[in-house]
């Protein structure tokens, strides 16, 4: 941990650059290019920089996913979900429905707040300072879906995808097991590094995080997700699980997939949870009553 007067300077000079830092541009996955304020990616950086100062108070602060999503049943019944069309920003969004940056960030957990892409999903609820705007339509590629029955939705959504997936019958080939062999491996080294929300790095993992570092470095090369969209377009149901692969789990803390984790067999899996890095069981109460499906990563052959 860095001395307070070091800590202090650090943020100081971490702000002037926010101050005076230019605009970026992210690409979609269309070509387009779309700004981003760069004070808004900075201030995020110093944020998560200085609270990682103090690795105890980080550890207070994170300790409890649910507690630090955790939506009242007003802002559930008033969310909506908005598709990303050319041009957008999050900082556009944000303007457009009175939220801010970071909580479309939290909300859905972007890895970071400098690249969104064409027609991806982004679920908006209320602000905590303000109210979701009303329905502005569905012009220039914009999808509004007002729903007080969330869970509901996501249900037949994940049922969908499902249904639509081949099952898997077959164990992964020699190079399959070999980078289960060493992501299991990779992923107890970490235990006990604290959860993280947004995080990818053994400063701290939230669970997608956690699965996406531990695979790219056992071999599998895989870009940095959601579990939901992990769930949704790059895996595909297992019939009967081997150690390595997925194990997904929904309701934990928001509506839909929401929580994913490495199968270690036995009925254990290791994952980011609310005390870090741990290992858990899938016949438990609570991840028996969220247990959506065991997968494996489509780059697994």
């Given amino acids: ?72 049943d007003q802002q559930i019944a008033s ?34 707040a400098d690249k969104i892409y064409v027609g991806q999903i982004l679920n908006i609820y209320a602000s905590s300072t303000g109210v979701v705007a009303g329905n502005p339509g569905n012009s220039a590629g914009n999808q509004i879906d007002t729903s007080a029955n969330e869970e509901a939705l996501k249900d037949k959504a994940i049922e969908a995808q499902l249904a639509k997936e081949r099952l898997i ?71 009967n699980p081997v150690p390595g692969d997925l194990v997904f789990f929904k309701h934990t803390y928001k509506a839909g997939v929401s929580h994913m984790g490495i199968y270690l067999g036995d009925g254990k899996f290791i994952h980011a949870g609310n005390d870090g890095v741990e290992i858990s069981n899938v016949s438990a109460d609570y991840w028996k009553k969220h247990f959506v499906a065991y997968k494996r990563f489509n780059g697994i052959k």
């Avoid at 941990?1 to 800590?7: G, L, V």
């Avoid at 995020?44 to 980080?58: F, G, Y």
């Avoid at 009175?98 to 960030?105: A, D, K, L, Y």
Wanted: proline letters at 3%; glycine letters at 6%; hydrophobic letters at 35%.
């Fill in 169 to 239: 019958e077959t164990n992964p080939s020699d190079k399959g097991q070999a980078i289960y062999k060493k992501a299991i491996e990779i992923a107890k080294t970490y235990l006990g590094v604290p959860y993280l929300f947004g995080g990818n790095t053994p400063d701290g993992f939230d669970c997608s995080g956690f699965v996406r570092y531990v695979y790219a470095n056992a071999g599998l090369d895989i870009l940095r997700k959601s579990s939901e969209d992990y769930f949704m377009q790059d895996t595909t149901k297992v019939k």
């Fill in 79 to 112: 969310s909506i979900t908005y598709k990303v069309a050319a041009g957008d920003t999050l900082t556009k969004i944000a303007k457009k429905f009175n939220v801010s940056v970071e909580e479309i960030v939290r909300w859905n957990q972007l890895p970071s």
């Fill in 1 to 72: 941990m860095y001395p307070r007067k070091k800590s202090m300077l650090i943020g100081a000079a971490i702000l002037a650059s926010c101050i005076f830092s230019p605009s970026v541009y992210a690409t979609t996955d269309n070509g387009v290019k779309t700004t981003v304020a760069h004070s808004n990616i900075k201030s995020m950086i110093m944020s998560n920089h200085i609270a990682n100062l103090d690795r105890s108070e980080t550890r207070k602060e994170t300790l409890s996913k649910a507690r630090m999503t955790k939506l009242s």
